[in-house]
């Protein structure tokens, strides 16, 4: 099984929803989103930050649209719960 980072499986699940419906609905959605991923807006970032960081993302290939959409989450959100994340990653 791969072992994914909190970002990581946040970017599987967004890029999961769009070939289906077009987009995500909403900021409430996203956000939902993020806390079950055990991830958290860093000081000072807001729903608006994490809306560009889908556009800066979901311009390329799938792949490539994976690792961007990836790189541009983990500049705006951090692990909520350590343990958690390092229990997740290591036993899973």
Same mark, same amino acid.
């Given at each position: @099984?791969? =072992? @994914?980072?909190?970002?990581? =499986? *946040?970017?599987?699940?967004? *890029?999961?929803?769009?070939?289906? =419906?077009?987009?995500?609905?909403? %900021?409430?959605? *996203?956000?939902e989103m @993020? *806390?079950?991923? /055990?991830?958290? +807006?860093?000081?000072? $970032?807001?729903? /608006?930050? %994490?809306r560009l #960081?889908?556009?800066? &993302?979901?311009?390329?290939?799938?792949?490539?649209?994976?690792? $961007? %959409?990836?790189?541009?989450? &983990? $500049?705006?959100?951090?692990?909520? /719960?350590?343990? %958690?994340?390092? #229990? /997740?990653? +290591?036993?899973?």
């Amino acid at each position: @099984m791969h =072992r @994914m980072l909190p970002q990581e =499986r *946040l970017a599987e699940k967004i *890029l999961f929803l769009t070939p289906f =419906r077009g987009s995500v609905s909403s %900021l409430k959605e *996203l956000e939902e989103m @993020m *806390l079950t991923c /055990n991830l958290r +807006y860093r000081a000072g $970032k807001t729903g /608006n930050d %994490l809306r560009l #960081a889908l556009g800066k &993302g979901s311009h390329h290939s799938p792949r490539k649209a994976f690792a $961007k %959409l990836t790189e541009e989450l &983990g $500049k705006i959100l951090i692990i909520k /719960n350590w343990e %958690l994340a390092c #229990a /997740n990653f +290591y036993f899973c």
